[in-house]
């Protein structure tokens, strides 16, 4: 992996604290459906942090699931919203 901001290969991994110091800082994938909301189904996708070396750069990866790769992938471009995808 590349720094996106200057290009160097030395980035540290690391994890991103949130002010309980828990360390669960995640992804919230803002399309849940009104029944997971209601039931309390998460639909978060963990983050991995890196940190550039030399410009100090941090920079974000969220851990897509496979079924989150096939969904969002068959398209290109920007994402249809929810109605569109109905509609199709």
Do not use: W
Not at 10 to 22: H, I, K, P, Q, R
Not at 64 to 70: C, P, R, T, V
């Amino acid at each position: 992996m590349k720094c996106t901001a200057c290009g160097s290969t030395a980035l540290v991994e690391g994890t991103l604290m949130d002010a309980n110091s828990t360390g669960d800082i995640s992804f919230k994938i803002e399309e849940s459906s009104l029944i997971k909301r209601i039931f309390g189904i998460r639909n978060n996708r963990p983050v991995h942090a890196y940190g550039c070396v030399h410009c100090h750069h941090l920079q974000l990866a969220v851990d897509f699931s496979e079924a989150d790769l096939e969904r969002y992938q068959e398209f290109e471009g920007q994402q249809p919203g929810v109605l569109e995808r109905i509609n199709s």
